[in-house]
């Protein structure tokens, strides 16, 4: 039996319980909605990715994630809405793994370049630069894009600083730091025909010397 003063309703349609006091409380409901919305973002990326911006749509998704179409309406409104969040919430995750792998700080300045280079290479960048190629056909597209590429470019910006130890009030570090990324760009965009993996590790290779030079060991 459950005690008067503890019983829990939950609300119809949002997944929230509430007590007898009108706190509200996690509840299953919700723990599956956001696993849904995560299956979404996952998948959005993944199509996105393999398919390109045509052929990928909130149908194909909802498909491919495992719940119907007005499943993943629910969660994003419009087809835009999916795309840029499930970009974004990949670009956060790739962001948050990066710094884990150097919990210390600055490591190895040859391993956190390729780090920083995986950044830019595989599904997420693909994505993503499918994503770019349709901004610039869809006006309602292009601002939310431009923003969330310059949010990551900020964020890219300061991990590369962070794990190289660089001081950047010392005249041309920063303009090195991004020179680096915008090299790992290059390095990821080489790699969308063919496998570019020996020659993007020769590159990553000189560059960790440079770095060395310009940044100090």
């Not at 609300?11 to 509840?27: E, F, H, S, V």
């Not at 210390?104 to 780090?115: F, K, L």
Request: proline share 2%; aromatic share 4%; with cysteine.
């Amino acid at each position: 039996m459950t005690d008067a003063g503890t019983k829990t309703d939950t609300d119809a349609g949002t997944g929230t319980n509430t007590d007898a006091g009108g706190r509200t409380a996690k509840g299953p409901k919700q723990d599956r909605s956001r696993a849904t919305r995560r299956r979404l973002l996952e998948a959005a990326v993944a199509c996105l990715a393999e398919r390109g911006w045509a052929g990928s749509t909130v149908s194909v998704v909802a498909e491919r994630a495992g719940v119907s179409r007005g499943a993943a309406q629910h969660h994003f409104r419009t087809r835009e809405d999916l795309f840029t969040a499930a970009v974004e919430y990949v670009a956060e995750e790739r962001s948050a793994a990066l710094r884990t792998l150097f919990p210390q700080g600055a490591a190895d300045r040859r391993d956190v370049v390729a780090a920083l280079v995986g950044l830019y290479t595989g599904p997420l960048f693909r994505a993503a630069l499918h994503l770019w190629v349709a901004a610039t056909d869809e006006e309602q597209l292009r601002p939310r894009v431009t923003e969330l590429e310059a949010r990551f470019g900020r964020e890219a910006h300061r991990i590369a600083v962070d794990l190289l130890g660089a001081d950047e009030s010392v005249p041309g570090v920063r303009e090195t730091v991004q020179g680096l990324l915008d090299m790992a760009r290059g390095l990821g965009l080489a790699n969308l025909l063919t496998d570019d993996t020996g020659r993007r590790d020769r590159v990553v290779a000189q560059w960790a010397v440079l770095l060395d030079e310009s940044l100090g060991r």
